[in-house]
């Protein structure tokens, strides 16, 4: 049986590789999470062979029924626009599993080989901090927990209970199998805190970096906790998914412009001194019908989508109105920016959502160059993405964020709910400028309105 | 297990984890990262072996939450990432075209 059980976790470990190569590209990837769902449902019925489980049965399945239960009806209910929180949620539950592991472990005291025992200690404090960590990113992205929280000497006080934890687990190691087990629950305790205050400072547009970098947090934990019970299957996917989430981690945070050091120990914001330059000229309204007539005549149209957008349910409106435009030969093409939507990707999610096929949806590199040969773009919930300050203005806390150069198109529709600066409260130049048009109103109404008006012309 | 042969499967798989991410176009980051977070929800099977082999009330109270937290790992990360990836479609005239092109 042991053989069995052996192959059937090089088989898993191999379709988890397989999957994830596999969703690296729209057209496979659909195929790689089953080919992945396929090899763990075989690892974990295999499991249940398992000669080092000699009991609990009965309740080990219970504990799976509630988990997947609970998990699967959440999953499927949740909506689009708050997948990331999900994501990091599902992920605390890893990795606070990955500690439970080692807690189990290390509370029999039973003696152990150093190595062993070293990398049962630093899962269970990667993992715990995983786990309180993607809590608080949960509870902030949920609502329930609002505004960062910041006072001073705070990096100093994180670093202190990090030291501590450290210590402690270094003590624990050290000791062999003579720890007390209050100084293991100390050292759990502690990991906790320091997970819960690393997070709290942060803010809620840079928690998707935060809650990547604890996916691979968790995966690394995993890893370990796969080798303290010797289980290559653990050990594999639990490492790759440690080493392919940090480097996604870096890529999200490189989209974001937004260095990873940034994101953990600074503010949004931070940087730009003295007054950023104040915009010059003024906003100029546009009614819906002359929108319609515009994009209607025009040879190429570029949607620019922000969460703003998403927010008012808008997409299915739009590319409801870009059917009708692509039916009249009119070329549309969705311009999205790598922040757009809560982190890199969910705006292509939420478009692909209302039924976008992502082959017209272009990302910022690859539709750059094109705006100076486009006749209309339109911004509908986005703001700071196409604020050609970001380009220009060295004083603006968006200088040097790579934006969409919205303003170079031959005319420029923002629709926008009403006069104000927004989410971020930065002034945007491009609402000034003399090719930009204002269409005020709600995203869906003024989807609704566009379509109508397309359909009378 | 031998610690070396360990080393070498750690290093491995990081290398293997890091090539396969590193070609990943910007779109599929949030589908990717729910994906990588369901596969380290093979951390079930580790949290199945603890239960099975726990010893008295408090282990086997901590292995239950193990293994309770661990199903929702995996069962969470496969059900939304399914969800996702299940919407991406390619316009239909254009089925061909991204076919060939093997991206975007």
């Known amino acids: ?264 120990f600074s503010n949004f914001g931070d940087g730009g001194d003295g007054e950023a330059a104040e915009a010059t000229g003024s906003m100029k309204e546009i009614d819906s019908t002359d929108v319609a007539v515009m994009m209607a005549f025009a040879e190429k149209v570029v949607i620019i989508p922000g969460y703003g957008m998403a927010v008012a349910q808008a997409q299915h409106k739009v590319w409801e109105m870009t059917k009708q435009l692509q039916e009249r030969g009119v070329t549309v093409k969705f311009a999205i920016h790598p922040v757009a939507g809560r982190m890199p990707g969910h705006m292509n999610v939420l478009l692909a959502e209302a039924g976008v096929p992502y082959d017209i949806i272009y990302d910022l590199d690859e539709i750059n160059e094109e705006f100076p040969t486009t006749d209309v773009v339109l911004v509908i919930g986005a703001n700071d993405v196409v604020n050609p300050a970001a380009r220009t203005d060295p004083n603006s806390p968006i200088y040097g964020m790579p934006i969409l150069n919205a303003d170079y198109a031959k005319n420029v529709i923002v629709v926008k709910r009403g006069k104000g600066t927004g989410f971020s409260g930065i002034e945007n130049h491009l609402f000034f400028a003399d090719n930009t048009r204002m269409l005020y109103g709600d995203g869906q109404a003024v989807a609704n309105d566009l379509v109508g008006s397309l359909k009378e012309l | 297990m031998e610690g070396f042969v360990a080393l070498y499967i750690f290093m491995l798989a990081a290398v293997t984890g890091y090539e396969l991410i590193s070609k990943v176009p910007v779109i599929l980051h949030t589908p990717l990262m729910s994906g990588s977070n369901f596969i380290h929800g093979i951390v079930l099977v580790g949290a199945m072996v603890v239960m099975g082999h726990a010893e008295g009330a408090t282990e086997t109270i901590i292995g239950f939450i193990a293994v309770l937290l661990a199903a929702g790992n995996a069962v969470g990360g496969y059900v939304v990432t399914e969800r996702m990836l299940e919407m991406f479609k390619p316009s239909e005239k254009n089925l061909e075209s991204s076919k060939k092109k093997g991206g975007h």
């Open chain 1, 1 to 264: 049986m042991d053989l069995v059980i052996q192959i059937t976790y090089f088989i898993g470990a191999f379709l988890f590789i397989l999957g994830l190569k596999q969703m690296g590209s729209p057209i496979t990837a659909r195929r790689g999470i089953v080919w992945a769902g396929i090899g763990m449902l075989m690892a974990t019925i295999i499991t249940y062979f398992h000669s080092e489980i000699h009991h609990n049965y009965i309740w080990m399945t219970i504990a799976i029924g509630i988990g997947g239960a609970i998990a699967y009806i959440s999953g499927k209910k949740v909506a689009m626009t708050d997948m990331p929180q999900m994501i990091a949620l599902y992920n605390g539950m890893g990795g606070g599993a990955a500690a439970a592991i080692a807690a189990v472990e290390l509370v029999r005291q039973e003696p152990m080989d150093p190595i062993v025992q070293t990398l049962a200690v630093l899962g269970a404090l990667i993992g715990t901090v995983a786990f309180s960590g993607s809590l608080v990113a949960f509870a902030k992205l949920q609502g329930i927990m609002r505004g960062v929280i910041r006072f001073p000497m705070q990096q100093w006080m994180n670093a202190l209970v990090f030291v501590l934890t450290l210590t402690l687990g270094l003590a624990i190691i050290l000791s062999g199998n003579q720890y007390a087990i209050a100084t293991l629950t100390i050292f759990f305790i502690l990991a906790l805190v320091f997970g819960v205050m690393m997070t709290v400072p942060i803010g809620g547009a840079d928690m998707p970096v935060v809650i990547s970098l604890y996916n691979a947090l968790t995966g690394l934990a995993v890893g370990f906790e796969g080798y303290v019970l010797g289980n290559p299957a653990m050990m594999i996917a639990g490492v790759v998914v440690g080493s392919a989430g940090t480097l996604l981690t870096q890529l999200m945070a490189k989209a974001m412009n937004r260095p990873i050091s940034n994101v953990l």
